[in-house]
């Protein structure tokens, strides 16, 4: 004879990879690194944004990167010579990167150099508008990038990436007068679902606008110093 | 395809619940997946289906129930239901869409299972 049960669970589905971001979150913390999860489509600007990035900021902050293809080296392969660390996380044929990959990551990173010693991790994440929003990788704040040559329709169609970004780089606004594009209704697209997401255009061939990100991103490590200063005290 | 990692991360996590019940035959579980996520019902019943074989939950049902993308509006003080992939914003006052109330879940809800009782495994000797 069976008997037959019904349990409650109320577990989230990702709980697993929310665990190992909670973790990631923590070395982060425990290290005083402030890191990214840097995310948009194929051919954003991903890797370009992240040369000028390291190209300016490398003297004022200690910077690693993790970057995620499903394939090959070649975008870590541009960032190695910024002289930073770049760690390549090739993901096969998964199109996003987990928490347990970044895992993987800052243990190689952690074993090659004293991880207090660095102020930001930029992870670029595999191409992709849709899952990525999903996994999260412990980072503190999520970038998500859109160019002007993908339409101002894409914030309403991909809602969740814009919905949990942080901030948002509007790419190759250089391009804008070639196009049929009105970046207000990109913007206004974005502010119906996410209101206090910080917008910055900027253009990477022409350096418009990359001294606010780069003022963006020094906020972000300061407010991280801030706070690891009165954890202390 | 995410949903295979999401089916992997799923097994994962009722494997655990599985061996602290003593291992029960589980016959169906229940997920509550919202519409304002990454999520498809169909390719996650798909992938359930192959990488399920061969486990200890071969056999079970995944049933999906979906939820509904609703938003309150302080302004407004009532929820309304935004048109995903047209318009989120309030239709009414044309607030953004701040306080989602119902469409991000991503849930196991409940396992139906069934064990042998004593009468099953006990053999008495006469």
């Known amino acids: 004879m069976h008997q037959t049960f019904d349990a409650a669970l109320g577990i989230n589905l990702l709980h697993a990879n929310q665990q190992g971001a909670e973790h990631n979150r923590a070395h982060f913390d425990q290290w005083g690194i402030i890191c ?38 070649l975008d870590a392969n541009r960032l190695r010579q910024y002289n930073v660390p770049v760690i390549a996380i090739n993901t096969g044929r998964s199109c996003h990167l987990d928490s347990k990959m970044v895992a993987g990551g ?25 899952c990525p929003a999903e996994f999260e990788v412990g980072e503190h704040a999520k970038v998500a990038l859109l160019s002007v040559t ?69 906020n972000a490590v300061q407010s991280n110093t801030a706070k690891s200063v009165m954890s202390l005290t | 395809m995410h949903e295979t990692d999401m089916t992997k991360a799923l097994i994962a996590t009722l494997q655990d619940w599985w061996k602290a019940q003593s291992e029960p035959k589980i016959s169906c579980v229940h997920l509550v997946v919202g519409k304002f996520t990454c999520v498809e019902p169909l390719s996650l019943q798909f992938a359930f289906e192959v990488q399920s074989q061969n486990t200890f939950l071969e056999g079970t049902k995944l049933s999906i129930r979906e939820t ?50 004593i009468e099953d495994t006990y053999a008495p000797n006469f």
């Open chain 1, 150 to 218: 993908e339409g101002e329709d894409k914030p309403l169609k991909y809602p969740v990436m814009f919905q949990e970004a942080d901030c948002l780089l509007i790419t190759k606004t250089d391009l804008a007068p070639y196009l049929e594009i009105d970046i207000s209704q990109i913007e206004a697209n974005v502010r119906q679902m996410n209101p206090h997401v910080t917008i910055i255009q900027v253009s990477a061939k022409t350096n418009d606008g990359l001294e606010n990100w780069f003022n963006w991103l020094r």
């Open chain 1, 36 to 73: 990214l999860n840097v995310m948009s489509s194929p051919g954003a600007g991903k890797t370009v944004l992240l040369e000028r990035t390291l190209a300016a900021l490398t003297n004022e902050f200690k910077i690693a990167v993790i970057e995620g293809d499903m394939t090959t080296e």
């Open chain 2, 68 to 117: 509904p993308l609703i938003a309150f509006c302080h302004h407004c003080q009532q929820e309304y239901h935004p048109e995903i992939g047209i318009q989120y914003a309030c239709p009414q006052c044309h607030s953004p869409m701040e306080d989602i109330r119902s469409g991000r879940e991503l849930k196991i809800d409940r396992v139906e299972y069934s064990t042998n009782t």
């Open chain 1, 106 to 130: 800052i243990h190689c990173l952690a074993h090659e150099y004293n991880p207090s010693d660095f102020d930001l991790l930029l992870v670029e994440n595999v191409g992709n508008l849709v």
